[in-house]
């Protein structure tokens, strides 16, 4: 079945750690996304791609950082400059995204917390 | 300006219509979508509508839109336990890529 996986489904960071949140889809969309979730707020973009080896940040990416060197996988790297990490993170995929109803596919999300 | 408000939480009886409301600043939107975020999960598409709409049904879901006060809402008619989660509404800005501004979510409760 085609779809976007994340993993880990829970992740704890220590301080002063970078860490790698995976995201990878069978869709075969272009682009790509990161969301930032926090409780009672609306979801954020931190960055995205419309097409494999090119990104764009979003507006809260400070802190994170992403590749794209595949067209499949889109992985987000919260390095120890993000001072508040802990959120839900979801990753979407869509087609090329240049229209204005290119639907998003979301993956299951990613819980990271602070130890 | 990019801001999309919903209310925080709504709570229906099983059986009730649900109305979850939505307001955006933004009225060169061209598209405006409603999701659904199950606990722990991603946000699913429900339903979306084009700006020179004023409703569309599909199914128990009904969308209002207003363009003129930008207030879009979502009707669940015969509301089941199985739609306790949050609703997010979202619009599209015409920025050269598929830029959703999402709102806050309004979370759902069901009771029987």
């Known amino acids: 079945d085609g779809g976007i996986t994340q993993s880990p489904k829970y992740l704890f960071r220590k301080e002063g750690q970078n860490v790698t949140l995976s995201c990878e889809q069978n869709l075969n969309h272009d682009a790509m996304y990161w969301y930032r979730q926090d409780p009672g707020q609306g979801l954020r973009l931190i960055y995205y791609?419309?097409?494999?080896?090119?990104?764009q940040k979003g507006d809260i990416a400070e802190g994170y950082s992403v590749s794209r060197e595949k067209k499949e996988s889109f992985p987000l790297t919260v390095t120890s400059a993000q001072k508040n990490p802990t959120a839900f993170y979801l990753c979407?995929?869509?087609?090329?995204?240049?229209?204005?109803?290119?639907?998003?596919?979301f993956g299951s999300g990613t819980q990271l917390s602070v130890l | 300006g990019e801001d999309v408000e919903q209310s925080l939480f709504l709570s229906v009886r099983e059986g009730d219509s649900s109305v979850i409301n939505c307001t955006y600043t933004d009225s060169s939107s061209t598209y405006l979508y409603w999701y659904k975020q199950e606990p722990g999960a991603g946000l699913q598409l429900l339903t979306y509508i084009f700006s020179n709409m004023d409703m569309k049904q599909d199914q128990r879901l009904t969308v209002l839109l207003n363009k003129k006060d930008k207030h879009l809402s979502l009707r669940i008619a015969d509301t089941q336990t199985g739609d306790s989660a949050i609703y997010f509404c979202?619009?599209?800005?015409?920025?050269?890529?598929?830029?959703?501004?999402f709102g806050t979510g309004t979370r759902l409760l069901v009771s029987p």
């Open positions: 979202a619009e599209s800005m015409d920025t050269g890529f598929q830029k959703l501004v």
């Open positions: 791609s419309q097409i494999v080896n090119d990104f």
């Open positions: 979407a995929s869509s087609h090329r995204g240049r229209t204005t109803n290119e639907k998003l596919f």
